[in-house]
C-alpha cells in the first residue's frame, strides 16, 4: 500500500501508464483498425477521358491476387503479353485457394487496397459487394475512353454476365444492377461416366432423374470397390452448389421465393424433400462410403481411379481426368448434360471464377486494362489452347476450344445442351454460405438417420429467419 | 545533461572516488549520472515490459470490443449492441452441442494420453536397446503439422482404399460418420499428442531422487507398493503439468478436426474453436465469432486457474509440505 507521505510511487506511476497506455493508444484505435474497412470509394471511371489508349498507363505496376487454378495457370505464361501491349508491369501473388477467401477478406475488410485485381467467384460477391469492397465496372465497360471498341462485353454468354450482376437487395434477380466482376473462365455441373465400363457392359447413360438413381445403384458393388455416382457431401455451401441444386432445380425445387418482401423458404416443400430424401439415399446405397468427407478432389480421383461409374460435378473438374496420363481411367471418360427434369429441364448451376477491381485500389485504370485484357478475346483463345476450360466467351468457345475436344466425347454436346439454361440457381441473399453451409448440415444428418421432412422444416425455418434479418 | 566519459586519467590510478581533480572520470569508476537520468532510468526500463504487456493485450482487447458490436461483412459500419451477441450465442442450441463436443473431446483424449503416455513412459525407463529407439520413434508424430496427421489418417480412414478398413476386414465401415467422426478425431490427436505426455513424463521419472527407491528396496517393498507409495506421488506434479497443456489445447482443438471432418458430419465435431472460425471467416459474422471466442476464453481461463491450483497442491504434497 502507498504511504501517503511518499506521494506519486514508482509501482503507481507505472500503473498509470498501463491504464494510460491502454486507454489512450488501444480503445480510440479499435475502430480505427479492422472494424468498418475503411471508407466508401467513388467509383473512377468518370475520371477517365480522351481517347481509348493501351499504352496509357505505360511504366505502372498493376498488382493482382488469385490462386492456383487451371484458369491462373493458363494465364500465367501470357502476362508478359499484357506487359507488351500496355507497358504496365503484372506482380501477380498466389495464395491457396484453402486460405484465398480468408486472405481476400481480411484485405478487403482492412481497405488497404494493396492488390488491385483479385479474383473471385460469384457468390462472394454477394458478400463483398455490399460493404462497397468492390467496384462496379458497368460505368467502365461504357466508358469509351478506358475501353477498347474491340472488347464485346456482349460476347459473354448471358447467364454468365447475369451471374456477376446484382442490385444487392435479397431477392432481387441477377442481372440487376452493378456489373460487380467480369466472368474469366466458368463451369457446368454435368455428369462424367467412365464410358469404357459402359460400352463394355453395353450401358447407356440415363436421362431421367428415376433411371439415373436405378443406375447407380446397379453400378454398385462395394466388394469390387466400385460405386455408381460420385457428389459432394462435406460440410460446406460447396456440397450444395454442383450436382445437388442442378438436379434440385431441375426437378422443379425452389431455394427460396419472394412474397410481400421477403424470403420464403423452399426446401421443405413437399416436392423440395421428396428430392432431398432421394438424393440422400443415393449417397447411402450408391454414393462414396464417407460421403460427408467427399469435396470434389475426392469426387473426381475416384472417378479417374474407376471406383466412381459416374461424377455429378464441374465439367471443368472432371476433364483434367481423361488427359493422356492423368489417371488410371485417362482416355475412358465421357460426358453428358445428366438426368433432365420431369418437364425436360436442363437447369444447371454455374460457377465462374471471375476478375474484380478492388473498390480501394489507387490504380484503377491499369486493373480495369488488366480486367478486359484477360477477359477480351485475344488472351482467352490464347489460354484456351492450353489448359484453360470452358471460356466464358462464345467466339472463343465456338473457334478455338471447340478444336481442343475431339478427345473428349460428349463434352461438347452436354455443353450445348445445357449453356442455355446454366446460371445461377441460387436466390441471391447476403446469408449465403451460412445458410448453405446448414444445408449441407442438414443433408448430412438426413443421411446420419435424421427423418427428413422434419429435419429439412427445421432448416427452412431457420434458414428463413436468417436471410430475412 | 552531463555525459560522463571514459577517459584514462594520464598520471595513472588516483585515489578513490570516480572524479579526478579535474573533475574527468577516473579509470574504473562508474558513470557520472545525473539524478534525473537516474531517477528515469526505472521508468525506461519498464518500457519494453509496457510494449510487451500492450502488444499481447492489444488482440484481446481487440476482440473483447468486436464481441460487443454488430460487425459483419455485409454491416462494415457496426454499433455497440453491448451482450447482444452473447444472449444470441448462449440461446443458440449449437453453441451448447459444440460446447457438448468440445468437453467430451477435451476429457476423453486427455484421459487417454495421460494413461498412455504414463503407461509408455514407465515402460522406457527400463534402459534397454529397443528402449532407446522407441524414444526416437516416439517423437516422430508430434514432429508431423496436425494438418499433415489429419491428412494422413484421412487417407487411413478411407472405406474405398483406406489401410484400416483393408488390414482389418472392415469392409465399407465409416471411420468419420456421424457416430464415430468424434472417436476418430480422438484416436488422431491420441496419436499426435500421447508421446508429448510419454517425453514429458519420463524426464520427471529421471529426476527422481533414487534414495527412497533404495531405501524402500532394502526394506522389502514391491513394485506396486513403490511406484503407488513413491512414484506415483512424485510424478503426480509432472503429470499434472502434462494434463493441463493437453486439456488447455484440446479446449482450442482445431487443426486436425477441421481436416477430417470440418466439424461435421452435422454437429458431431463441431468444436467451440472450428464454431468461431465457421462464424468468423466462412460466415463473415466478426461478432459472432469473437464471442464464441471469448466465450471459449472464459472457459479456459477458470479450467487453466482450477488446474493450476491442483498443481500447486501436488507440488507443495510432493515436497514434504502439505499432506
Known amino acids: 500500500m502507498t504511504s501517503p ?173 452493378g456489373q460487380w466482376a467480369i466472368p474469366w473462365g466458368f463451369e457446368n455441373n454435368v455428369v462424367a461416366y467412365n464410358k469404357a465400363y459402359f460400352d463394355a457392359k453395353g450401358i447407356k447413360p440415363a436421362e431421367d432423374w428415376g433411371n439415373f438413381q436405378q443406375l447407380a445403384r446397379d453400378l454398385t458393388d462395394r466388394n469390387e470397390g466400385r460405386y455408381g455416382v460420385a457428389f459432394r457431401g462435406s460440410k460446406s455451401w460447396a456440397t450444395i452448389h454442383p450436382g445437388f441444386i442442378t ?81 488410371k481411367e485417362a482416355g475412358n471418360l465421357a460426358w453428358y448434360a445428366g438426368p433432365a427434369g420431369p418437364d425436360g429441364s436442363y437447369a444447371t448451376n454455374l460457377w465462374t471464377w471471375s476478375l474484380a477491381m478492388n473498390a480501394a485500389s489507387k490504380n484503377k485504370l491499369a486493373a480495369w486494362l488488366f480486367i478486359q485484357w484477360a477477359t477480351g478475346k485475344e488472351a482467352m483463345s490464347k489460354a484456351v489452347g492450353t489448359a484453360f476450360a470452358d471460356p466464358t466467351r462464345k467466339s472463343v468457345f465456338d473457334s478455338t476450344f471447340k478444336q481442343t475436344l475431339g478427345a473428349f466425347p460428349g463434352y461438347l454436346d452436354a455443353f450445348e445442351k445445357v449453356v442455355g439454361s446454366s446460371k445461377i440457381q441460387f436466390t441471391p441473399q447476403t446469408q449465403f454460405f451460412q445458410t448453405t453451409q446448414d444445408w449441407s448440415v442438414a443433408l448430412q444428418d438426413i443421411y446420419g438417420g435424421d427423418d427428413a421432412a422434419s429435419r429439412l422444416r427445421d432448416y427452412a425455418a431457420s434458414a428463413e429467419a436468417k436471410v430475412n434479418v | 545533461m552531463s555525459t560522463a566519459t571514459a577517459q584514462s586519467s594520464p598520471g595513472g590510478p588516483g585515489p578513490a572516488g570516480p572524479d579526478g581533480p579535474d573533475g574527468s572520470r577516473r579509470r574504473g569508476a562508474p558513470p557520472k549520472v545525473s539524478d534525473r537520468a537516474r531517477k528515469l532510468r526505472p521508468y525506461l526500463l519498464s518500457v519494453p515490459a509496457l510494449v510487451v504487456v500492450i502488444g499481447i493485450l492489444y488482440p484481446f482487447v481487440l476482440g473483447a470490443y468486436y464481441s460487443i458490436l454488430n460487425y459483419t461483412a455485409s454491416n462494415p459500419e457496426p454499433h455497440v449492441v453491448w451482450f447482444a451477441n452473447f444472449a444470441s450465442v448462449l440461446k443458440d442450441p449449437q453453441f451448447w452441442a459444440s460446447v457438448r463436443v468440445t468437453a467430451i473431446f477435451a476429457v476423453a483424449a486427455t484421459v487417454i494420453e495421460t494413461v498412455l503416455g504414463v503407461v509408455i513412459a514407465l515402460l522406457l525407463n527400463r534402459s534397454s536397446f529397443v528402449g532407446k529407439i522407441f524414444e526416437r520413434v516416439l517423437i516422430l508424430p508430434l514432429m508431423i503439422a496436425p494438418v499433415i496427421a489429419a491428412t494422413i489418417w484421412k487417407l487411413m480412414f478411407n472405406p474405398q482404399f483406406g489401410v484400416l478398413n483393408h488390414v482389418f476386414g472392415l469392409g465399407t465401415f465409416d471411420w468419420l460418420s456421424k457416430d464415430t467422426a468424434l472417436a476418430s478425431s480422438i484416436l488422431v490427436d491420441v496419436w499426435i499428442y500421447t508421446p508429448f505426455v510419454a517425453i ?124
Open chain 1, 247 to 327: 438436379q434440385y432445380s431441375r426437378m422443379g425445387c425452389k431455394d427460396y421465393e419472394v412474397k410481400d418482401g421477403r424470403l420464403v423458404a423452399g426446401m421443405a416443400s413437399e416436392q423440395a424433400i421428396e428430392f432431398q430424401k432421394a438424393w440422400v439415399d443415393l449417397a447411402r446405397e450408391a454414393g462414396p462410403a464417407s460421403w460427408t468427407t467427399y469435396e470434389y478432389p475426392d469426387c473426381t480421383r475416384d472417378l479417374g481411379n474407376g471406383n466412381a461409374m459416374m461424377c455429378y460435378d464441374a465439367d471443368s473438374a472432371t476433364y483434367p481426368k481423361n488427359k493422356p496420363g492423368a489417371s
Open chain 2, 200 to 323: 514429458l513424463v519420463l524426464a520427471g521419472i529421471r529426476s527422481l531422487p533414487r534414495e527412497p527407491f533404495e531405501a524402500s528396496d532394502v526394506d522389502g517393498a514391491g513394485w506396486w507398493y513403490m511406484f503407488r507409495r513413491l512414484m506415483l506421488p512424485m510424478m503426480w506434479p509432472y503429470i499434472l503439468v502434462a494434463v493441463i497443456f493437453r486439456f488447455m489445447d484440446c479446449l482450442k482443438a482445431f487443426d486436425h478436426i477441421f481436416v477430417l471432418t470440418a466439424g461435421g458430419p452435422g454437429l458431431a465435431t463441431r468444436t467451440l474453436q472450428i464454431g468461431a472460425y465457421e462464424d468468423s471467416i466462412i460466415f463473415q459474422n466478426f461478432s459472432r465469432g469473437s464471442t464464441y471466442m471469448f466465450l471459449l476464453w472464459i472457459l479456459v481461463f477458470i479450467t487453466a486457474k482450477y488446474l493450476v491450483g491442483v498443481l500447486g497442491k501436488a507440488q507443495r504434497r510432493a515436497a514434504g509440505a502439505e499432506e
Open chain 1, 5 to 177: 507521505s511518499r506521494g506519486f510511487s514508482r509501482r503507481d506511476m507505472l500503473k498509470a501508464a498501463g491504464l494510460v497506455g491502454l486507454g489512450s493508444t488501444v480503445l480510440p484505435s479499435l475502430s480505427a483498425c479492422g472494424v468498418g474497412g475503411g471508407e466508401r470509394h467513388p467509383n473512377g471511371a468518370s475520371e477517365i477521358t480522351g481517347s481509348f489508349d493501351w499504352k496509357k498507363l505505360s511504366g505502372q505496376t498493376v498488382r493482382i491476387l488469385q490462386t492456383p487454378h487451371p484458369y491462373q495457370q493458363s494465364f500465367q505464361p501470357l502476362l508478359k503479353e499484357f506487359t507488351e501491349l500496355t507497358g504496365i508491369q503484372v506482380v501477380a501473388d498466389l495464395v491457396p485457394e484453402g486460405s484465398y477467401f480468408t486472405k481476400l477478406n481480411t484485405e478487403l475488410a482492412g481497405g488497404s487496397g494493396s492488390h488491385d485485381v483479385f479474383m473471385v467467384g460469384a457468390y462472394f460477391i454477394w458478400q463483398y459487394g455490399p460493404p462497397g469492397w468492390m467496384e462496379d465496372l458497368k460505368p467502365w465497360i461504357a466508358n469509351s475512353a478506358a475501353t477498347s471498341d474491340e472488347y464485346d462485353f456482349e460476347d459473354i454468354y448471358e447467364g454468365l454476365r447475369t451471374s456477376t450482376s446484382w442490385d444487392f437487395t435479397p431477392g432481387s434477380p441477377l442481372g440487376t444492377g
